[in-house]
């Protein structure tokens, strides 16, 4: 089987104001480096209403509709922003984990890489914040719960931030287990490792500025990937954000482009021993733009090259 890459051009519409690091050309980089890729190309559908009402309440979205500008832009916390196209984008990504879900457990395709933006990992049941809309990572798993009935998922967030939205909107959710590396200190201020869930399914694993791979390797060597074994997932979603790279300006961890292939191998490792090589990926940071491309290819590739 191959693997699929899910994006819209709608993704390209949600505008920031100048300056911003979540720029239109994050996304256009990335598809720049894919290009050449044999890949499944889908189109991200429109999550459904009922899809983001899995993980969020009806208000949080009666709110952002309300907020979505028809011109400029709203802001909506101290650095998230919402344009004019920006909503209908938010539901792409959304659409493209739940998409990507559905082709992987259907048997269409190996795994499946969403190329999308707004990211998600830091929207919480009712607060948009750190760039995120709707909690796409954690939707993914709750649909994959709850729509295809699994018992277990596992979601595995190596963005240099804090996933702590989708700490929040899994707490209470005791068939998924959620992994996340984060440097610490670093905004949004979350991730000890003592906040562990409401069922003891949370794994943070806090890494010091300035470390690399011998650090990194450490932590998934020996504890995310004895837990993920332990847990023995039907299902592993990636939280596959690039800010941890050595080049990136918004935080200074040391990985470098190989370090992004080597965890996506071992999770596909692990995927093909655990739950038939399934994998669904969804992107979240990485603001260097060369640093970003170069390393979603790296991971992209590695999800080609996965086993069965």
């Known amino acids: 089987m191959t693997t699929a890459l899910i994006t819209h051009a709608d993704c390209l519409n949600h505008i920031t104001p100048d300056g911003h690091p979540e720029q239109v050309a994050r996304l ?27 993980i969020h309440p009806a208000s949080y979205l009666s709110d952002l509709r309300k907020a979505s500008p ?80 699994l018992s277990r998922v596992a979601v595995v967030d190596f963005d240099v931030h804090h996933g702590n939205g989708t700490q929040d909107l899994l707490w209470d959710e005791p068939r998924a287990l959620v992994i996340t590396s984060q440097q610490m200190p670093l905004w949004p201020g979350s991730g000890r490792p003592d906040e562990d869930g409401a069922h003891g399914t949370i794994l943070n694993m806090p890494l010091a500025p300035g470390s690399g791979r011998a650090e990194m390797q450490a932590a998934y060597e020996g504890q995310a990937f004895p837990r993920l074994r332990a847990f023995k997932p039907e299902l592993i979603l990636i939280s596959a954000g690039f800010d ?29 021993d655990l739950c038939q090589g399934r994998i669904v990926s969804t992107l979240e940071g990485g603001y260097d733009l060369n640093a970003l491309a170069a390393a979603t290819r790296a991971h992209v590739e590695e999800l080609i090259k996965a086993p069965a």
């Open 70 to 149: 028809a011109e400029g832009w709203a802001q909506i916390d101290g650095d998230t922003f919402m344009s004019p196209g920006s909503l209908d984008a938010a539901f792409r990504a959304a659409g493209a984990a739940v998409r990507g879900v559905d082709m992987v457990l259907g048997g269409e395709v190996q795994n499946a890489f969403a190329a999308v933006r707004p990211p998600g990992h830091h929207a919480e049941t009712g607060t948009a914040m750190g760039f995120c809309l709707f909690g796409n990572a954690a939707l993914a798993a709750k649909h994959a719960l709850d729509h295809h009935g």
């Open 28 to 54: 256009e980089h990335i598809l720049h480096a894919l290009d050449p890729l044999e890949l499944k190309r889908v189109t991200a559908p429109m999550a459904a209403e009922d899809d983001i009402l899995r």
């Open 244 to 272: 941890a790279h050595q080049d990136d300006p918004l935080a200074s961890l040391n990985w470098a482009t190989a370090d992004f292939a080597w965890i996506t191998a071992e999770l596909c490792k692990l995927a093909s």
